[in-house]
């Protein structure tokens, strides 16, 4: 956990620290008349253009001074309306699409017209569409479509380095359990800085919900607790009975009408345990980018989600229970025992579980048009029954304007 703190504040002093030096020495700059020149083969020039005579045009660009390209081999010929503090390392940082987002979560800083984007993960695609200048549409799905999601993005105030903007995601099962499961991630965003190098705070909320009457759909993850709590193998465990024989096993669990197996004992109904038919989290985010030579930028994106699940309480019973058993004769005896178990009830307090979800990752620039990241990801969860666990996901991602 403190380590987890002194990440974020030693990232989060880092991009402020590049912020302010931004504010400090690039507001003053007034803008150019530049405009971005990307020819058939990929290749891109930032400049002012000098001449057109039909034919071929005069740019005068900050790498390599004046150049004169023939019409014919030029692809799209578009403005350039950041200021002269966006040209850094002689590399013009653009104002494309790929600039709103981070490795997952987004800026306040809008998708402008026509800068419509693809985003190719390993589980699946993306698609964010610019309906306005600062309005913006995207799918998210994984390659079968299920899960699949709608995102929306809203900018509402944008002063010099100071942008806010609210979005949602609203997502189903698709094909998986017929669409009957959905949810949503609802949030506001506040951004501080440029396009090239910039932080974002992020604050939401998160909901999903499954269906009342399917208790087996990802039942691991909706699980409250038992019904009953016993155990057969655990001298540890509160409700233990000590009795090794199978047969007595069965008996106990058929006079409760459960089964070991997950509850199932003929009924249809998973009589086991209790589940949950939706889950609320509050969610924070920490992310900011930073300029990397003239190709590059690292990217630090952070979510973290805060839960609140209900306990189960246990109430003492003791049952007597008659089992058959067989000696080593093979002679039928009846043995009585008894069982020792809890009844469980929802109670109304609750714990908390505390998902951090960091993605630092690194963006390449291969030209205007695409792009490629890749991030160490990984989460760390803490419960406050079960402790803390952790794990690594690397991801990969290619950005590609259209």
């Not at 578009?78 to 987004?106: D, H, L, Q």
């Not at 006079?255 to 209790?274: C, E, H, V």
């Not at 989290?281 to 003239?294: D, Q």
Request: glycine fraction near 8%; charged fraction near 20%.
């Amino acid at each position: 956990m403190k380590s987890i703190t002194l990440l974020l504040f030693t990232m989060t002093f880092t991009l402020c620290s590049q912020i302010n030096a931004q504010f400090a020495e690039g507001d003053s700059l007034s803008s150019k008349n530049l405009f971005l020149i990307i020819k058939n083969d990929g290749g891109e020039y930032i400049g002012e253009i000098i001449s057109d005579d039909g034919r071929e045009i005069l740019v005068i660009t900050k790498q390599v001074g004046k150049l004169y390209l023939n019409k014919s081999e030029i692809s799209s010929i578009s403005k350039v309306e950041e200021k002269i503090s966006s040209i850094k390392n002689g590399e013009f940082r653009a104002s494309g699409p790929f600039t709103t987002r981070y490795y997952f979560t987004n800026n306040a800083l809008p998708i402008k017209r026509n800068e419509n984007y693809g985003l190719i993960h390993v589980y699946g695609p993306e698609v964010h569409l610019s309906v306005a200048n600062k309005t913006s549409v995207g799918v998210m799905a994984s390659w079968i479509a299920s899960p699949i999601a709608l995102a929306l993005k809203q900018q509402i105030l944008s002063y010099k380095k100071f942008h806010f903007s609210i979005g949602s995601i609203i997502g189903s099962s698709g094909y998986i359990n017929q669409g009957q499961t959905y949810g949503g991630l609802h949030w506001g965003t506040i951004t501080l800085g440029d396009r090239s190098s910039n932080i974002s705070f992020s604050a939401g909320v998160a909901h999903i919900n499954w269906p009342s009457n399917d208790d087996n759909f990802m039942s691991g993850i909706r699980e409250i607790g038992e019904r009953f709590s016993y155990s057969f193998y655990d001298e540890t465990h509160p409700y233990f009975i000590a009795e090794e024989d199978y047969n007595a096993q069965y008996a106990f669990e058929d006079s409760l009408n459960i089964s070991s197996n997950w509850g199932w004992n003929g009924n249809g109904d998973n009589s086991r345990y209790f589940y949950k038919n939706k889950q609320l989290a509050t969610v924070i985010g920490i992310s900011g980018i930073a300029p990397i030579g003239k190709k590059a930028s690292f990217i630090f994106d952070s979510m973290v989600f805060i839960t609140e699940n209900q306990d189960v309480n246990y109430k003492t019973k003791e049952k007597d229970i008659i089992y058959e058993r067989f000696d080593s004769q093979g002679n039928s005896m009846l043995t009585p025992f008894t069982a020792k178990y809890g009844v469980g009830s929802i109670a109304n307090t609750t714990t908390r579980n505390i998902t951090f979800i960091l993605m630092p990752a690194m963006r390449f620039n291969k030209s205007y048009e695409k792009a490629f990241q890749v991030a160490l990801a990984g989460f760390i969860n803490y419960d406050e029954l079960d402790g803390l666990q952790s794990a690594p996901i690397p991801m990969i991602s290619w950005l590609r304007k259209f």
